[in-house]
């Protein structure tokens, strides 16, 4: 029987990890850098009181599938439509050419066995850390938040399709991947239509209307039903599983636009995803890193500043794009909130490490530069939406151009 020993202190710590952080409001830094950081401390590089067993991996898989998940819950795809879309889809064009340019440096250093896993790893931005800070902004819903959130959506959504397109761990062809890759939408396109009529039907909307709110939990069970499917499914095709969690979140945010009938149908897969699964496989991502190797090669180590400025000249460049909407101080937050990346920089490390087609001590490096990002980005865009506001308040030029 497997041990629960390992599984209990990376529980403890996510447990642990947030509360430190609310006895210490003015410490801005989101609960999955302690959680990471903590999990790098018992594992093997410094403490080694932790070892990735069958328990701790089963849930940081099912964690890792429970992030993509809810990523593709956030992406509103009614609102990816017109010139933001156009704006956006120009600039994720942008961040993968930079990208391959950024990676075949990287390549030529050594540092990577394939430039292109560099560019698609880079490319992606963390839009369920986005959100949440322009929330807290109060821009969400204005110009500058929904190109950001429109923009990220674009990037998120693309830099899972070509990861799994391209680096799949089950082997096999670019071209039969394609192929896989159409087959597999396909049946993804026709299980929502199927879904969505079902969801039409008066009698079982009286159902689920019953059982929702008791312990039968109906909506919530359905929706890990259609994530393990998904995930069984893309598997089944060749692909990588993350694409088929992503597609499951972006499936139920699809059809399920009307919450009025149940309000807490999101906050309820959240307390799953964050409560326990996700916080585990960020745990076990720190566990992983290969610390001990990146600090015993001075070297090594000055890939992670590198590593921080290339996310923000692929992700952050394309925000010029926005100048002539935005202004130049507004264009800039963009470009700073784009650049925040860590969940799918974790998941892109580690298939390529699984593939052989970068060292522990790169995947660690870019983890690392992953984790600044969410620290400073975000604080140095709202540094500057603020600034936009105290001029506003004054009465002077809110941008400067």
């Not at 994720?92 to 990577?112: E, K, P, Q, R």
């Not at 394309?318 to 507004?330: F, K, N």
Request: glycine residues 10%.
């Amino acid at each position: 029987m497997p041990s629960f020993g390992n599984l209990l202190i990376l529980t403890i710590i996510a447990l642990l990890a947030p509360l430190l952080l609310g006895l210490a409001p003015r410490l801005r830094i989101p609960s999955v850098v302690l959680e990471i950081v903590a999990g790098v401390i018992v594992g093997p590089s410094v403490l080694g009181l932790v070892r990735m067993d069958q328990a701790v991996q089963v849930v940081a898989l099912l964690g890792l599938a429970f992030l993509l998940f809810l990523a593709g819950l956030e992406v509103d795809f009614h609102r990816l439509r017109g010139p933001l879309l156009r704006v956006a889809l120009i600039g994720y064009g942008v961040s993968l050419a930079i990208g391959v340019a950024v990676g075949f440096s990287f390549g030529a250093a050594g540092w990577v066995r394939d430039p292109m896993l560099i560019a698609v790893a880079l490319s992606a931005t963390s839009l369920g850390l986005v959100v949440p800070v322009l929330k807290d902004a109060g821009r969400a819903d204005q110009a500058m938040g929904q190109t950001t959130i429109t923009a990220s959506s674009v990037a998120d959504f693309a830099a899972v399709v070509l990861l799994s397109l391209l680096f799949s761990t089950s082997g096999g062809s670019t071209g039969g991947r394609l192929v896989s890759l159409i087959v597999f939408v396909a049946f993804v396109a026709a299980i929502g239509m199927a879904v969505a009529l079902a969801g039409r039907s008066m009698r079982l909307g009286d159902l689920f209307l019953r059982l929702q709110d008791t312990t039968a939990e109906i909506r919530v069970r359905a929706a890990v039903v259609l994530l393990v499917a998904f995930v069984v499914l893309a598997e089944g095709f060749g692909l990588e599983s993350i694409l088929g969690a992503f597609l499951a979140g972006a499936v139920v945010g699809l059809v399920d636009r009307d919450s009025a009938t149940h309000p807490h149908f999101r906050t309820k897969l959240e307390a799953i995803g964050y409560g326990f699964v996700i916080p585990v496989f960020f745990v076990a991502s720190g566990v992983q890193l290969d610390l001990g190797g990146l600090i015993a090669t001075p070297s090594a180590l000055l890939r992670v500043p590198l590593f921080l400025l290339a996310l923000l000249l692929v992700r952050g460049a394309p925000a010029l794009l926005y100048q002539r909407s935005l202004g130049t101080r507004s264009s800039v937050a963009a470009g700073l909130l784009q650049a925040t990346s860590l969940p799918f920089l974790v998941a892109a490390t580690q298939i390529g490490v699984a593939l052989g087609l970068m060292t522990p001590v790169t995947a660690a490096a870019l983890i690392c530069a992953g984790l600044l990002s969410v620290l400073l980005f975000p604080a140095a865009a709202l540094a500057l939406l603020r600034k936009r506001v105290s001029s506003e308040r004054r009465g002077g030029t809110a941008e400067t151009t």
